[in-house]
């Protein structure tokens, strides 16, 4: 007897259920799509990679694009059509966007007009042999193929366990890793976070983050379509228009998720005190710990900035910080999400007790089941008993919520003890005059390791080494105070604007 659950299509429930309904707006084209022109627009192209160019089951369809309506199309069609959809990160380097074309086999590169050259580049040299050119919904290749082929006539059924995405993670250390992303993922995920953050048919979700990261894509977009919501999709992140979008008259958005940098960008703005009027009913932030004055800033107007965790392999989001954002909890990323485990691992393997730091490890079916064909690396990343080590060095507090205090490779140990370099940093950006900042850990001959800062100072002829070594004796121990700092004019950073510790490691 076969006991697979299939894969269930959102969009074509919607498109029967409600058909006029808005199901994604497109800003800077002003494009809207109700779910009945969604799933029609959906159904042509997913007859045009099967018919058309006559796709197997599993193909990989590339999508290198900055935010656009077009992408959720494309997503949406690679379930009718059996296939995987694969967004690339669009700020990568040429010989990175190879790499990712050439690990996942792809049969269709679908790209912004703006990255054409690129695009030529990779079919000229035989590594993706179709392309098709998206314009922001003027005349091109995309709109024809849509306009002229023939709607698919019934879905390729795909269990819930089969790959429905390749989201590539960002490679701060060697080649990056396709994790996969199953329709079970994505299913857990929009019912654990339509339930943790009140998202319902009247949902109005604001597309910020790039969304060929996994949080513009599950965070909170693919929830809301699955609740029949309407998402509202910004090309690219500016806060002021951001602010704009939320604050206009008639304006419904209801839910934003943000990275802590963006969260900043918009407390910053002029017009940020009108979000306390707007619609806004959830507002999330993960991808690194939060600085305290940007929660505050929130809190100042009456809205609650919820700290998450969260990784591609796992959610996306898996930790998440209740409404009620507890006064005593600060700086922690919350409790575990509806579907998922989460435990702490100490060195040894054994649980860690309470208090104690150790490794983040989860499971639960909002866990990817692995990397694309990657076996060294799923080996490495679960243990036998099915746990996802995450990597990220933390604790659990007495009451169940969970606090990530670093990345393990990240840690350095100073005279004996482990110092976790995102609790300096967090230190440090309490100052006013650090505009940004990491530590590392270098060799000492006399301690074993010590910390060097390099600071990104807002001013750097009002500030100095001394002040910034008491700053952090203020609020630290003293062998966590870095032994040295560095003034630089901005500290490296790859595509997914993560820093590269490993870069400030090999500094002189």
């Known amino acids: ?40 627009r959906i159904s042509a192209l997913a007859g045009f990679l099967r018919t058309t160019l006559e796709l197997e089951d599993g193909a990989r369809v590339l999508v290198l694009s900055k935010n656009d309506i077009d992408v959720f199309e494309i ?8 296939l995987i959809f694969v967004p690339v990160n669009w700020r990568l380097a040429e010989r990175e966007i190879d790499f990712i074309a050439r690990d996942s086999a792809a049969s269709v590169l679908f790209h912004g007009s703006e990255f054409g050259e690129v695009a030529e580049s990779l079919r000229d040299r035989g590594v993706v042999p179709h392309l098709v050119e998206m314009r922001c919904g003027r005349p091109s290749a995309y709109e024809t193929c849509i306009a002229t082929s023939t709607p698919l006539a019934k879905n390729v059924e795909r269990d819930d366990t089969d790959c ?18 199953s329709y079970r993922m994505a299913l857990y995920n929009a019912i654990g976070l339509c339930a943790a953050f009140d998202i319902d048919g009247s949902s109005h979700g604001l597309v910020m983050l790039p969304t060929f990261h996994t949080g513009g894509l599950n965070v909170f977009a693919n929830p809301i379509f699955h609740r029949g919501g309407t998402n509202v999709v910004m090309r690219d992140f500016e806060p002021g228009a951001a602010i704009a979008a939320v604050t206009a008259a008639g304006s419904r958005i209801t839910h934003m998720m943000a990275v802590p940098t963006m969260h900043a960008m918009l407390a910053a703005e002029p017009g940020f005190d009108g979000l306390a009027a707007s619609r806004l009913r959830a507002i999330a932030v993960a991808g690194a710990s939060c600085p305290t004055a940007t929660i505050d800033a929130y809190e100042r107007i009456g809205l609650q900035l919820r700290q998450c965790w969260g990784m591609t392999e796992a959610g996306p989001l898996g930790i998440l910080m209740p409404p009620h954002n507890p ?15 989460a435990a702490i691992a100490a060195a040894d393997g054994c649980r860690a007790p309470d208090g104690e730091i150790g490794e ?17 690396a ?60 990491a530590v590392v850990g270098r060799p000492d001959g006399k301690w074993g390791e010590v910390g060097r800062a390099f600071i990104v100072a807002k001013d750097r002829s009002a500030i100095a080494e001394a002040d910034l070594a008491a700053h952090c004796g203020r609020h630290l121990a003293r062998y966590k105070i870095p032994k040295e700092f560095v003034f630089v004019d901005a500290l490296p950073r790859n595509a997914s604007g993560k820093i590269l510790k490993q870069k400030l490691r090999e500094a002189p």
């Open 378 to 437: 799923n080996e490495q990343s679960f243990d036998a008993s099915g746990w996802f080590r995450t990597g990220d060095a933390a604790y659990r507090d007495e009451d169940g919520y969970y606090y990530v205090v670093d990345r393990w490779k990240d840690m350095y140990i100073s005279g004996g003890e482990n110092v976790y370099p995102a609790e300096i940093e967090r230190v440090l950006h309490l100052a006013e005059s650090v505009a940004d900042c």
């Open 360 to 376: 983040l490890i989860v499971r639960g079916p909002v866990v990817t089941h692995g990397y694309w064909r990657r076996e060294d």
């Open 1 to 40: 007897m076969d006991r697979s659950v299939k894969a269930t299509d959102w969009i074509a429930h919607h498109a029967i259920l409600t058909p006029s309904k808005p199901a994604c707006v497109d800003l800077a084209s002003a494009r809207r799509r109700s779910y009945g022109e969604f799933n029609a």
């Open 164 to 181: 429905w995405a390749l989201i590539y993670t960002s490679g701060t250390t060697g080649h990056p890793k396709g994790a996969m992303i």
């Open 327 to 341: 006064a005593d909890k600060r700086g922690s990323s919350g409790l575990p999400g509806l579907f998922l485990e």
């Open 75 to 82: 997503q949406f069609a690679c379930q009718r059509a059996g």
